[in-house]
Nanobody, 121 residues
Framework: QVQLVESGGGLVQAGGSLRLSCAAS????????MGWYRQAPGKQRELVAS???????NYADSVKGRFTISRDNAKNTVYLQMNSLLPSDTAIYYC???????????????WGQGTQVTVSS
């Protein structure tokens, strides 16, 4: 089974920076894409940023220009560099991997445990 371990969350002041990491281990046959989602209290989970295994990126409009997603394919790790943080960025951030099954290659998702990011004003 694939395991995802997130780290890097915490409490920061507005305008500060934080870097999230998500490392995958286990029976990894192949990865299609990696991404970060977040969920604030009373709101739906939303996509923050994603990156394909070939490097194509996608960002939510609310974080474009402030956040950067990157990955290390050799380490099966995805990062989210968050700069110029705002109180509205406060949420639980979840790592997501879209994986391939080893036999058929069909896609499936795995989620990290979530890490709390709190931005004070």
């Amino acid at each position: 089974q694939v395991q995802l371990v997130e780290s890097g969350g915490g409490l920061v002041q507005a305008g500060g920076s934080l870097r999230l990491s998500c490392a995958a281990s286990g029976n990894i046959f192949g990865i299609n894409a990696m991404g970060w989602y977040r969920q604030a209290p009373g709101k739906q989970r939303e996509l923050v940023a994603s990156i394909t295994i070939t490097g194509t990126t996608n960002y939510a409009d609310s974080v474009k220009g402030r956040f950067t997603i990157s990955r290390d394919n050799a380490k099966n790790t995805v990062y989210l560099q968050m700069n110029s943080l705002l109180p509205s960025d406060t949420a639980i951030y979840y790592c997501n991997l879209n994986l391939k099954t080893p036999i058929s290659g069909r896609p499936y998702d795995r989620w990290g445990q979530g890490t709390q990011v709190t931005v004070s004003s």
